[in-house]
């Protein structure tokens, strides 16, 4: 992204805006098409802080409020109300999965996650798993589709208990490990790389 070309609107001037077009739920930011504004100085650090100015954002109603205005178009992020969209910068994902809890066991197990703003959803066909590795550490990157393309990374310790819910299933005649949710299988790792 090119360097940031702060403008006039602000946090508390978006926060209006978004109050009061909100509605109650999340707003349906994809049909809204204002003017782009420019950058706002508003950062989501990679373990799911929202700063503004460079200061954490200290009210969790905003922040939340913020996340449902949130929309990634290309490989950018912005903040939109039906009147101006405005920049911002994510380190990785917008989104963390603070938490999982499963239900069930098996092909019929189902993955509840919450994520750091309180999103709750199952995984499964609407909300797939994914899990790159690192290209230079070959570490596993897990994440989550939480709405429209918006994706949170799974924090370890859900990892974690996601590991001990996987399985062996052979995907395209090849043994995966990985892991049901909602009647859909996500493979994680070959099962020939486990050790």
Known sequence: MPA????????DGLAASANAAGGGGIPPVERWNPPFCGDLDIRIARD???Y???TPIG????????????RKDGEEYFLVTPV???RIRVDDAPFVAVDVEAEGSGENQRLHFTTQVGDRFTAGPDHPLRVPRDPETGEPAPYVLVRRNLEALIDRKSFY???ELGCHRPVDGESWFGLWSDGRFFPVIPSAELP
Do not use: H
């Open 4 to 11: 940031q070309n702060i403008v006039k609107p602000t946090a």
């Open 48 to 50: 799911g802080t929202w």
């Open 52 to 54: 503004y100015l460079g």
């Open 59 to 70: 009210r969790p109603a905003l922040v939340r409020l913020f996340s449902g205005i949130l």
């Open 84 to 86: 101006e969209k405005v």
């Open 161 to 163: 208990r996601l590991a």
